[in-house]
């Protein structure tokens, strides 16, 4: 019979599981009671409790507003670990690892773009190869590939994608420094090799949107958002096919040398921090971000390209910042008012750091950094801005988007792909995709309320609102 966990409401949008049996710290997660309703309908509450008892575990397991069942780790799950008695762990990272967002301002209003926008889309379809096992443009040999794993949007900028400015506005400048390729299997070069430059499958996407609504215009200023109507672009994807094989080595090579025998969940199986395979891991799962970083600025300079063809100019189209999602990072944090290393997990998590972190961007850091918040097709997406007291919550950690509520499968039997193209059409947003049951299984309603997801964050600080953006134009792979 299934666990039954029901937590316990410890103030407004806070919701505690008790240390009890062999966890190790309690777990809480942040959400509201709408939200809550739709996490207990899966395994979220089980698989949290459950990281709360992981080795090293510092504080508390964390769930945040959008927050729903993964592999071993719920997505949406945050934990901190110490760098001497603690693990790392592929299912707290997650298979497309670095799977990340990136947002373009632009000069333009919606106004001078909508009689373009179909071209828009439709050339940006041609130059931006999307959908499930999509080739590049890009032919790599494997020495180059190493590069990449090794430099991430160094590489794509040293080679004429983009713009050193750009790596100013990227997570980690755009390349993980721990980068080791020889710590990626030939299976992963192998995968990896076609489809650098590819949007891919699943909640990834290409988004023409224009700002709906400002809530701190000094803030949305010194992002680049300057009024309601102006259009950006966002960019979701990861590491595609190479995140996800690294993943599954790591997964094997950690399960055959430690097993899992001691763990409440098989998904969990971890290696010492410390240890070598902990460490290779580590370094492996650093070339999947920097392949991330370099896929997305690469998919960003061609997106460029296609505004510069079709509106005459590309000027104005500055990246406001690139976040990562499913990774694991060494960050200093405030533990019980001392300053401590540690190994923070965000799987399906976006950071939020507040003002001041050497991590921030020298522009953006007496502000706190930019955070990025996709909606589900046809919804809306947010920009905020990182807290102080989301490094207190939430070891400096927010949402990072809607959170499924119904899988791909389910949303495939009950949607089909024409529908949901003309229902998007009747909302006047544009949509391109390489598939019909590609549409089908990202319907707006197989998500939660992004609206609801931000605005607790927002209540409980882990992160501000800046900006709403609306889709006026959709590419899907």
């Given amino acids: 019979m299934e666990e039954k966990i029901e937590p316990r409401k410890k103030s407004e949008n806070v919701y505690e599981i008790a240390k009890s049996g062999a966890m190790k710290v309690p777990a809480y997660v942040y959400a509201s009671e709408k939200l809550l309703k739709k996490i207990r309908e899966d395994k979220t509450l089980i698989q949290l409790k459950n990281v709360a008892c992981l080795k090293g575990i510092i504080k508390h397991a964390l769930a945040m507003p959008d927050a729903h069942e993964g592999y071993g780790f719920p997505i949406g799950g945050v934990a901190a670990f110490d760098m001497n008695d603690g693990i790392i762990s592929p ?11 990136r947002l373009l301002r632009t000069n333009w ?6 009689s373009k926008r179909k071209q828009l889309l439709e050339e940006t379809f041609k130059e931006v190869p999307a959908g499930v096992g999509k080739g ?5 040999s494997k020495e180059v590939l190493m590069e990449v794993l090794k430099n991430g949007s160094e590489w794509a900028v040293e080679n004429g994608y983009g713009t050193k400015e750009d790596l100013n506005r990227t997570e980690e400048n755009g390349k993980m420094k721990a980068a080791d390729p020889r710590n990626v299997s030939s299976r992963s070069l192998a995968r990896g090799m076609p489809q650098l430059g590819t949007l891919g499958s699943g909640n990834h996407f290409l988004e023409i949107q224009k700002v709906d609504k400002i809530f701190d215009a000094e803030i949305a200023k010194r992002f680049g958002i300057d009024k309601e109507g102006q259009v950006t672009v966002m960019i979701h994807c990861g590491s595609r096919g190479l995140g996800h094989q690294l993943a599954s080595d ?28 902990g460490q290779q891991y580590y370094s492996g799962m650093c070339c999947a971000v920097n392949y991330a970083f370099a896929n997305r600025q690469m ?24 976040v990562c999602h499913n990774i694991a990072k060494f960050e200093e944090h405030d533990v019980d008012g001392e300053k401590r290393k540690v190994c923070v997990h965000r799987k399906g998590a976006t950071r939020s750091f507040g003002p001041g972190r050497e991590e921030i961007p020298e522009l953006y850091r007496n502000v706190g950094q930019p955070v990025l918040i996709p909606g589900s097709m046809g919804t809306a997406s947010y920009l905020l801005v990182g807290t102080k007291e989301a490094e207190k919550l939430s070891w400096g950690s927010t949402a990072h988007g809607a959170g499924r509520v119904m899988s791909r499968h389910a949303s495939i039997a009950k949607h089909s792909g024409e529908d949901v193209k003309r229902e998007l059409e009747a909302q006047n947003i ?29 209540s409980l600080g882990l992160g501000k609102m800046v900006a709403r953006l609306v889709p006026i134009g959709v590419m899907k792979g």
């Avoid at 209003?109 to 909508?114: E, H, K, R, T």
């Avoid at 199986?269 to 240890?275: G, R």
Wanted: charged fraction near 25%.
């Fill in 430 to 458: 544009e949509v391109k995709s390489t598939s019909w049951n590609g549409l089908a299984e990202e319907a707006p309603d197989a998500y939660k309320d992004v609206d609801e997801v931000v605005r607790v964050s927002h």
């Fill in 91 to 101: 299912g707290g990272v997650g298979y497309d690892i670095n799977c990340g967002v």
């Fill in 299 to 322: 998919i960003m300079h061609w997106t460029r390209d296609v505004f510069k063809k079709v509106m005459g100019t590309d000027s104005g189209m500055d990246l406001v910042y690139d």
């Fill in 136 to 140: 590049g443009i890009t032919k790599l």
């Fill in 250 to 277: 790591y997964i094997k090579l950690i399960e055959d040398k430690y097993g899992y025998a001691n763990l409440p969940d098989r998904e969990l199986v971890n290696a010492p921090i410390n240890s070598d395979l």
């Fill in 109 to 114: 209003d919606y106004n001078q773009i909508l």
